[in-house]
């Protein structure tokens, strides 16, 4: 049986009352999100913090079925490795930006049990990710600096996401940073797949909608292509 590219959408609860982050994350959920987007960052790697370990363990004792994914926007992915696994992530995913042995670390996510994934900033070149596909799950290429919710999309990389997906028909490709319904034709039909939405979604008067309107433009895209093959 051939496998094939599914679009999923992952909301990013980062620009949203995170003093309410279990209702935040179960009503995204409610809405049809496909998977939460948990933004980790460490005031190291980008210049801001968000929260770690510990709160993602609480969060993952209040929803016990959703998929998390970690965005590590840390200098020291490997050391959030097995903390994080026994949080309750599904998907553990890392800048390559800050460490030599992408590799290594991505084996030892996959020893914690989680499907690993390889980001880049806009300013890294794709050959420098695309080196480590055959060792991750999916590839993330950022859509603005990482760091703060609300930033302008940028459509220069899409070209990467291109790139991408003429050479891997069947890799996860995700994008992240100013991502909705104004940018999602660009997306979808450069081939991402992995969507990750922040304000667009968590602002939006219509979650739900909002949710069902990205999914919907990246699956016919998807589909668009399956039947020219
Ligand atoms: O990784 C991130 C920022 O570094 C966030 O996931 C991203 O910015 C989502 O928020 P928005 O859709 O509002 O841009
Ligand atoms: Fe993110």
Redesign the pocket.
């Known amino acids: 049986m051939s496998r094939s590219l599914k679009a999923l959408i992952g909301p ?1 609860i ?2 949203s009352d995170l003093s309410k982050l279990f209702e935040e994350s179960q009503k995204l959920m409610d809405n049809g999100a496909d998977y939460l ?1 948990l ?1 980790v960052m460490d005031g190291h790697f ?1 210049p801001n913090l968000t929260f770690g370990h510990p709160i993602v363990k609480c969060l993952r004792n209040h929803i016990k079925d959703a998929f998390f994914e970690t ?1 590590m ?1 840390v200098s020291r992915p490997e050391q959030w490795i097995a903390p994080m696994a026994d949080a309750g992530v599904n998907q553990y995913t890392f800048h390559i930006e800050p460490v030599t042995n992408v590799e290594e670390i991505c084996r030892k996510i996959k020893e914690h049990g989680m499907k690993a994934g390889v980001a880049i900033k806009p300013g890294t070149p794709v050959e420098e990710v695309e080196e480590y596909i055959s060792v991750a799950d999916m590839v993330l290429i ?1 859509t ?1 600096e ?6 302008k999309f940028m459509e220069d990389q899409m070209a990467k996401v291109q790139y991408l997906r003429k050479h891997y028909p069947l890799l996860n490709i995700e994008v ?5 319904p104004s940018t999602i034709d660009c997306c979808a039909n450069a081939g991402a797949n992995m969507i ?5 979604v968590t602002g939006s008067k219509d979650q739900m909608a909002t949710i069902k309107l990205l999914r919907d433009t990246v699956q016919t895209a998807i589909d668009k292509v399956k039947n020219t093959e």
């Open positions: 990013s980062l620009n987007h933004d980008v965005h926007m950022m603005v990482p760091g703060f919710g609300g930033q992240d940073g100013g991502v909705g990750v939405s922040g304000t667009a």
